[in-house]
């Protein structure tokens, strides 16, 4: 089946990028000018995590079907590291207001999009929407594929909205949960959809560690997969004050006018609130599909380290070749360096960062702590 063959007669798929994150947790590479997703991972393409959501996306979709939401101040950044993506399917923030503001604003240009492309109000009422964020590690993009394609084909056929679950590796602090019923709703292939029960922030080292040994607790990836209809319907019902606000800008798209305008206003009157809180948890048929596959969404430095390729000795290099970084009697070491020369003797289980003439050097074990250093310098 050719990419974006909905299974379903006459339903789109679309796919949504979020890709306006702030970038704080790997300080100093990650700054709010250059968010991770922009880092350069890699000389070989996809060279940073957006190009590689993109890539995972068009699995899914054609490149004109992909979308990608962004803060104003990053759009020249994004479509330089999505060159083959469309200019007009990269879509401003005026500022960031989390993700229900983010998913909201894409939906009505998606919704537009497809009107102009002659789809009837029920085919746009029935496209399916797939939320992705832009800053995840994910491997064995064959199983993630075709559970994504799972997932569509759940929601098209239950008119419902599904999240994609990671089953936890170890009692992480780091992720929220979804906690799932005992019992599975349906078996799809190898994979089984269960009722979402509840999504949980992070819980502290206790909390985490009781979710793991129930076995019914999986990491909130933030991936969502819903009919486009059914979703602005619970916009509308449990977040109206910002969908109302973002009324002026459906209009505007409608009327083809330049919707920017009515974005800025909009984003004025509204606060930020999560995608999680203003609809997911409200929902009482929400489903939810266990990914057993690597995932993480690097947002540390020890996750980075956990996620890339290493050397005999556990260590991890990310630096042009010119670098020349030496590493001597090390092990479990991470450095990461864009374009000076570093050299570790000696050291274990560390994070050496060199960027924009900033230099960090902490034990991977402290790694979170490092997002109240990017606050206090962003």
């Known amino acids: 089946?050719?990419?974006?063959?909905?299974?379903?007669?006459?339903?789109?798929?679309?796919?949504?990028?979020?890709?306006?994150?702030?970038?704080?947790?790997?300080?100093?590479?990650?700054?709010?000018?250059?968010?991770?997703?922009?880092?350069?991972?890699?000389?070989?393409?996809?060279?940073?995590?957006?190009?590689?959501?993109?890539?995972?996306?068009?699995?899914?979709?054609?490149?004109?079907?992909?979308?990608?939401?962004?803060?104003?101040?990053?759009?020249?950044?994004?479509?330089?590291?999505?060159?083959?993506?469309?200019?007009?399917?990269?879509?401003?923030?005026?500022?960031?207001?989390?993700?229900?503001?983010?998913?909201?604003?894409?939906?009505?240009?998606?919704?537009?999009?497809?009107?102009?492309?002659?789809?009837?109000?029920?085919?746009?009422?029935?496209?399916?929407?797939?939320?992705?964020?832009?800053?995840?590690?994910?491997?064995?993009?064959?199983?993630?594929?075709?559970?994504?394609?799972?997932?569509?084909?759940?929601?098209?056929?239950?008119?419902?909205?599904?999240?994609?679950?990671?089953?936890?590796?170890?009692?992480?602090?780091a992720y929220g949960y979804i906690e799932r019923g005992p019992e599975p709703l349906a078996r799809r292939g190898a994979a089984f959809v269960y009722p979402a029960l509840r999504f949980v922030e992070k819980p502290d080292a206790v909390r985490a560690q009781i979710f793991v040994e129930t076995g019914h607790f999986l990491w909130n990836a933030g991936i969502f997969v819903m009919p486009l209809g059914r979703v602005a319907e619970e916009l509308e019902r449990h977040a109206r004050p910002m969908w109302r606000a973002l009324a002026p800008v459906a209009a505007a798209l409608l009327a083809h006018r330049d919707p920017w305008p009515a974005a800025v206003t909009a984003y004025d009157a509204i606060t930020a609130e999560a995608i999680d809180i203003a609809v997911m948890e409200k929902q009482r048929d929400l489903c939810v599909i266990p990914m057993r596959l690597p995932w993480t969404d690097l947002g540390s430095w020890s996750a980075m380290h956990d996620a890339l390729p290493k050397d005999s000795r556990d260590n991890v290099v990310v630096a042009p070749a010119t670098a020349g970084v030496q590493l001597i009697d090390s092990q479990g070491v991470l450095v990461w360096s864009e374009g000076l020369e570093v050299a570790v003797l000696g050291m274990r289980d560390v994070a050496v960062v060199v960027s924009g003439g900033r230099v960090l050097v902490c034990p991977l074990d402290r790694a979170e702590e490092v997002r109240r250093l990017g606050e206090r310098r962003s």
Do not use: Y
Request: aromatic residues 2%; glycine residues 6%; charged residues 20%.
């Open 1 to 173: 089946m050719a990419p974006g063959a909905a299974r379903s007669v006459g339903v789109a798929r679309v796919v949504v990028i979020m890709a306006g994150g702030g970038g704080t947790r790997l300080w100093p590479a990650s700054t709010p000018t250059r968010p991770k997703q922009l880092l350069q991972l890699s000389e070989r393409p996809p060279s940073t995590l957006l190009a590689a959501a993109v890539e995972r996306a068009r699995r899914l979709v054609p490149l004109e079907r992909i979308f990608v939401v962004t803060n104003i101040a990053l759009v020249p950044a994004v479509e330089a590291a999505v060159p083959d993506l469309p200019p007009a399917n990269v879509i401003p923030e005026p500022r960031p207001r989390s993700t229900a503001p983010c998913v909201a604003l894409a939906l009505l240009h998606v919704r537009q999009r497809l009107r102009d492309r002659g789809c009837t109000e029920e085919q746009v009422a029935k496209a399916t929407l797939t939320v992705l964020p832009a800053d995840h590690h994910i491997g064995d993009l064959d199983r993630f594929t075709a559970l994504l394609e799972l997932a569509c084909e759940q929601a098209e056929e239950m008119g419902g909205i599904v999240t994609l679950g990671v089953e936890p590796r170890e009692a992480s602090t």
